[in-house]
């Protein structure tokens, strides 16, 4: 089916682990985002991708990382988990970034637990 | 340094009745606004947008104002259905330095509405 998946949809791992959260679309959209929801603070994007091989930080890209090496593809890698990086991880993407009438399609979400 | 803000966490309603959530932003480069509908364990789903050369845009139960002097926008739902029952984010955006379409979104916190029957 056509959309946006994100997988594992639920993880929980410990401090200082890597994990990585995958995140695949089959709309061939150009600009693919990661955005992290915590109580308070809405969601807050974390690193976005124009296109293969361009990335660029968000508002909280501390901790991350992440690559492009497919259009369809966007993982987001925690190299050393911390408890504070607990959250929920939602994937989005859009056909031409960041136009107006072009709005961001989301997964549905990463439950991210680290004990 | 909170950009965009929802200050009320929930607002409940009846059945029928009309909905308004509320949006306060601080920062006046932000010339795009977007609603987000959330259920849970799903995404945010897209429900309506405004751009700041306007004042209101309509979509069927849904009507966006957006009040520029004020830095405030609000969504109606009217007439409201107890399917509304969900977070909403409002998000906005701003123009780049080089003055071309670019929208970084920046989200509230959210808005749990719940439509009683």
């Known amino acids: 089916d056509a959309g946006i998946t994100q997988s594992p949809r639920y993880k929980i791992t410990e401090t200082g682990r890597q994990v990585t959260l995958m995140c695949h679309q089959t709309w061939s959209h150009s600009y693919m985002f990661w955005y992290r929801q915590d109580l308070g603070h809405g969601l807050r994007l974390i690193y976005y991708s124009a296109a293969a091989d361009i990335t660029d930080k968000g508002e909280v890209p501390d901790g991350y990382v992440v690559s492009r090496s497919k259009t369809e593809n966007f993982p987001l890698t925690l190299e050393s988990a911390t408890r504070s990086q607990t959250s929920v991880y939602f994937c989005a993407s859009s056909e031409q970034g960041f136009q107006r009438n072009q709005p961001q399609h989301f997964g549905d979400g990463t439950r991210l637990s680290i004990l | ?117």
């Open chain 2, 1 to 117: 340094d909170q950009q965009v803000k929802q200050n009320s966490p929930s607002l409940s309603v009846q059945e029928g009745r009309i909905s308004i959530l509320n949006c306060d932003y601080t920062n006046s480069m932000f010339d795009y606004f977007l609603w987000y509908k959330k259920y849970p364990a799903e995404g945010p789903t897209f429900l309506i947008s405004i751009s700041s050369i306007k004042d209101k845009n309509e979509d069927g139960r849904f009507t966006v104002f957006l009040n520029k002097s004020a830095k405030h926008l609000s969504l109606h739902i009217v007439p409201s259905q107890p399917g509304d029952s969900a977070v909403y984010f409002c998000a906005a955006s701003a123009r780049n330095a080089g003055g071309t379409s670019y929208g970084k979104l920046t989200f509230g916190q959210g808005t749990i509405l719940t439509v009683h029957p």
